[in-house]
């Protein structure tokens, strides 16, 4: 397959290049006075070289730069034949929505002088005596006498004038989003109305980012509402995923938790670019399930019982039957971790899934190095306890029996006294040859709710 190659030449902001560039290639270098970029793919879309052309200064024209365009089939020709004409100055006659913009035919790189290439002064001098001005006389003299008389290091510009340069364009423009948008014809207040709009869309953007190698975590939605207002929704997920119908779910889902306040007249798209999920499928892969599957639950959850009521369960510093509550904004990524230092060596630990967001929470209990377990009893277990002196002396259940060697308390059994009253009292206790327990007492009966671990 032949290569083609476009390189713009002007003064404007190189902003303005890249973006008309964009719309043939995605391989683009930005140069000092322009932009280069490959359309080698472009011959069965478009059509002929001259097509090509066409195409560029259409779009050109249509956001008014000025510049010098030359399509050739080498980066060297292509490069030497835009700068021939240089930057287009912009006279008094012409206006911004009449650019000027100069297309330099390949056909006169024969023409060009010698003094365009990359060729020393004292050699140039000499082509001058000899009158070697331009490329096509320089291509009357054989190959082999060139080299043989400037070395090899003048294999380089005879390449050149042969148009068999083996100079590529170098991508220097990294693209960390791309976007799209659409104005719909008329206003729509229905969401769901919509979903059509963006599976199009959506299809388009995420077909770009895979030719582009990339996948995407994050994605950013902005609505303009008919009363002038704007409405953004930001989706991220733990992982990348290029999975169309996964994000629409996830649009749709987010939207009707928190749907816009007037009719929708446009719609913007942007996603940001993170590296491809690495996949191991094979016959001794361990099978895991998917985690788009996870994030959908949770989002179908908060849907139908409200976000609040959707979370990790954290421990709260109360004192409560059942003190713990729900961090909604605690799910986890997956790819937290921790530095933990032992003395000479530092090691990077796993967070555990809530830890990360309890840790900066202030009704959450912050934990050090270790964390109390507790078991609650569902049946508690009634029991009968000895009591002397006001002190827990001795404790028998159907598991097991003996003497109270600790104990603490008397604690009441809900902190927040102005919510509802103490309705229990309770104890931790320590039991001789049993362990910890929690000791509950409701009016005369005693009852064990749990065990610590």
């Not at 446009?266 to 399930?289: D, E, I, K």
């Not at 976000?307 to 986890?332: K, S």
Request: charged residues 25%; negative net charge; hydrophobic residues 40%.
């Amino acid at each position: 397959m032949s290569k083609l190659f476009a390189c713009l030449v002007s003064d404007v902001d190189r902003g303005a290049l890249v973006s008309a560039a964009r719309n043939f290639s995605h391989a683009i270098q930005t140069i000092e006075d322009g932009v280069l970029f490959d359309v080698s793919g472009l011959g069965r879309l478009i059509g002929r070289p001259e097509t090509v052309t066409k195409k560029i200064v259409a779009e050109l024209r249509r956001n008014n730069i000025h510049a010098s365009v030359a399509v050739a089939d080498t980066v060297d020709t292509a490069m030497l034949l835009a700068r021939r004409c240089g930057a287009p100055r912009v006279s008094k006659g012409v206006s911004e929505t009449s650019p000027f913009i100069t297309v330099v035919q390949p056909e006169i790189f024969s023409q060009l002088p010698l003094r365009d290439l990359d060729i020393d002064n004292d050699t140039l001098d000499v082509f001058t005596d000899l009158g070697l001005k331009r490329v096509e006389d320089l291509l009357t003299v054989p190959r082999e006498e060139l080299i043989g008389r400037y070395g090899q290091e003048f294999v380089n510009v005879i390449d050149t004038i042969e148009q068999r340069g083996a100079s590529f364009v170098v991508a220097n423009i990294k693209e960390n989003h791309a976007s799209w948008s659409f104005d719909l014809d008329q206003p729509v207040e229905n969401f769901e109305q919509l979903i059509f709009v963006l599976n199009h869309g959506l299809e388009r953007l995420l077909k770009h980012i895979a030719q582009c190698g990339h996948s995407i975590e994050h994605l950013d939605l902005d609505f303009g509402l008919r009363n002038k207002t704007q409405k953004a929704y930001e989706i991220k997920t733990s992982f990348p995923t290029l999975d169309r119908n996964f994000w629409l779910k996830l649009i749709n889902l987010r939207a009707a938790l928190d749907p816009p306040e007037s009719e929708i007249v446009t719609v913007n798209v942007t996603a940001h670019f993170t590296r491809p999920r690495p996949a191991q499928r094979g016959l001794y892969a361990v099978s895991r399930p998917e985690p788009e599957s996870l994030l959908l639950t949770v989002n179908k959850l908060k849907k139908l019982v409200g976000q609040e009521n959707v979370g990790i369960p954290v421990l709260l510093d109360q004192r409560m039957v059942e003190a713990f509550g729900l961090d909604a904004d605690g799910i986890p990524d997956g790819r937290e971790s921790r530095v933990i230092s032992d003395g000479n060596q530092t090691k990077n630990h796993p967070v555990s899934p809530d830890q990360k967001h309890r840790d900066c929470h202030p009704s959450f209990v912050r934990r050090g190095a270790f964390v109390i377990g507790f078991s609650y009893y569902r049946p508690p277990i009634s029991a009968e306890v000895l009591v002397r002196d006001k002190r827990l002396v001795y404790l028998k259940c159907r598991q097991f029996a003996g003497h109270i060697l600790n104990f603490s308390g008397v604690w009441k059994g809900n902190a927040k006294w102005w919510d509802e009253p103490w309705k229990t009292l309770e104890w931790d206790i320590e039991v001789e040859n049993a362990g910890i327990y929690r000791l509950c007492k409701v009016r005369d009966e005693w009852f064990l709710i749990g065990e610590y671990d």
